[in-house]
């Protein structure tokens, strides 16, 4: 996707103002500014916005929680209401290959030097403030979109959603896709304690809707405490799934033989079913044809997500980097017809649990690649194979202390009819789709 370059400023600002002229460089800066990577808390963040004038915005904004689905929901809700013909801005993370793939605009990754001066312009708001590297990115998303003059803001959270930068703004309407186990350090140890904290981009009397088929008593409960109003998955909105389409309807309202969006990947069809939820309740502001909501989720893809590329080795690349997401990695696998042997490449970031993960894949790998990330955050192989190998023979395993190594042993191995599958993070995915040369 070729970057944007053609939006227009309402002020520029001259290299030589800058502390840095390259993305990179200022990345890398942002990367070490704050104590810790990681940081829950809005109020930095909110005092930059402040001060740049960025906390009352002109445009509608839909703020997307969860555990998993959050980035293929936004994608959906983006190009859906792209082909209604709105102006709309999408903010996600992590990155697979480029950073600015984070914030797009009219379907659009922004450019190096719109992020640029968009950082600059928060270093000079900032002051004093430290903030982290998401931060950064989150108020430089807002930033762009208050300069190109949008009508509709999808703002993917990036870790919980409570204290989570994307929260400094108020939501019109709040997505809460699947809660299950993840990051928990930050979040808690159970999906009560998680489903709360997705809770919080929750506000008082504005909708929100919840894909999760069972939700958190924390959500409902959150949602009752502040007057919200919570639209659920099988009480409020449905679905059925067919061989080759599916159904969907909230109160006399249905969609039928809607095209699945990834005839091997079943998890779409749930995120797609809060999407056309959400599209129902923005319909007197934003209306969309169910024409274009077809060809939307008929055209529809989106890298890393169950991705398979044939050939007499197929590929699949999948981000998952939690439980849940590793048991829907493991059932679509199963689904998916496989004449040969199942190569698993893997690498994953120290904050997860590598138990779990190994734990819902090690039945559908035949031979395992275990990989180090090339991260402060990413785990070392070795590590990693001693929770594998709990699960697995040793004699099935090899490690390597990188992705690229891991993934060339893989396809030297791998003979006619096997299929090689890439997982574990963003990082790993990435680095895949760099080594496969595969347009994205």
Known sequence: MSPLTSLPFKESVSNASMRFNILDEWLAWQEGL????IELGLD???LVAERMGLLSPDFTVISIAGTNGKGSSAA????????SGYNVACYTSPHLIRYNERIRIKGVEVDDEMLCQSFNRIDKARVDISLTYFEFGTLAALDLFHQAGIELAIMEVGLGGRLD???ILDADVALVCSIDLDHEKWLGYSREEIGYEKAGILRAKTPAVCTDPKPPQSIIDHAATIGAELYTLGRDFTFEVFDDSWTWQTGQSILTGLPKTNLDNAGQVQNAAGVLKVLDILSDRFAVNPEVINASLRDFTLSGRFQVIPGQVAFVLDVAHNREAAQGLAE????LSCAGKTHIVIGMLKDKNHHAIFQALSPAGDLWYVASLDSDRGEQSQVLLKELSQMVDNDRIDIFEAIIPALECARNQADA?????VTGSFLTVGAA???LN???
């Open 34 to 37: 704050h104590f810790t990577a």
């Open 44 to 46: 930095r963040c909110k």
């Open 76 to 83: 959906m809700l983006d190009l859906v209401l792209r082909n």
């Open 165 to 167: 930068a994307v929260n």
């Open 332 to 335: 679509n696998l199963e689904k």
């Open 417 to 421: 009819g096997d299929r090689i599958v």
């Open 433 to 435: 789709i760099r080594w």
């Open 438 to 440: 595969i347009e994205h």
